[in-house]
């Protein structure tokens, strides 16, 4: 099981995250980050609305672009998602209702900007933090355009571990789709010690912003980004 560092280190371009661990410390945690190539990608920032929600939105007064802008985290009573695009609400809509997690994931596509094809990943977790569910829909490796659905269920997670999920891994040539999943260690003993793991860990000259949150408590989320200047 290879370090986050080394994992995030290792990858010229990660696209968008989402990362369920827990700390040193014994705190579970979920994080989301961002980065970007084109300056559409790059002009974005992270930040909390007065309903608690994190959005990503433009950071000018560019068009509401459905792929680029989005509610990046939700929670209720009961329960937290987080994830990379608009499919976030879909499911927390879904939960509210009175699905199961599995349920909830179930039926979401990919993003339809061929010919990457970008995964979309989801992550609900118990407001107790002690479980959590990933989803991805990804699209096949081959020419078949039906979307593969994948789910994965995370209990008990020991301190110092974590799962993480990206949209792409890039050898700085190509881009390809992320991994499923990736299992990783943290060196991080606190929330604010695995920001600023993650953050180091970014390609510096793509990174928009990261965040990380407890279960029940989005709205004391950790933020950073990239200053206005660079957007």
Known sequence: MDLLKDVLAGNDYPGR??????TGDGTTLGAYFLTGRSPASQARTLHRTSAGELIVAAS?????????HYVAARQSPNWLVFGNGE???????????GQAP???????DYEPDPPI???????????????AWFGAARHSAGDRTATNRLALHISDLPSSEGVLMTTY?????????????????????????LLDEL?????PHLRI????FTPGDLAGSSIRQTSPTRL
């Open 17 to 22: 995250g989402v990362l369920w661990c827990t």
């Open 60 to 68: 000018d007064a560019r068009e509401h672009d459905r792929l680029r």
């Open 87 to 97: 499919q976030v609400c879909t499911v927390a809509d879904r939960l509210t209702s």
């Open 102 to 108: 599995l349920l909830a994931l179930d039926g979401l």
């Open 117 to 131: 094809f970008t995964p979309r990943l989801t992550v609900i977790a118990d407001s107790e933090g002690g479980q």
């Open 169 to 193: 891994h890039s050898n700085g040539q190509e881009i390809a789709t992320g991994a499923p999943f990736t299992e990783i260690r943290t060196t991080a003993e606190t929330r604010s010690d």
């Open 199 to 203: 953050w180091s860990a970014l390609p």
């Open 209 to 212: 912003a990261a965040a990380v």
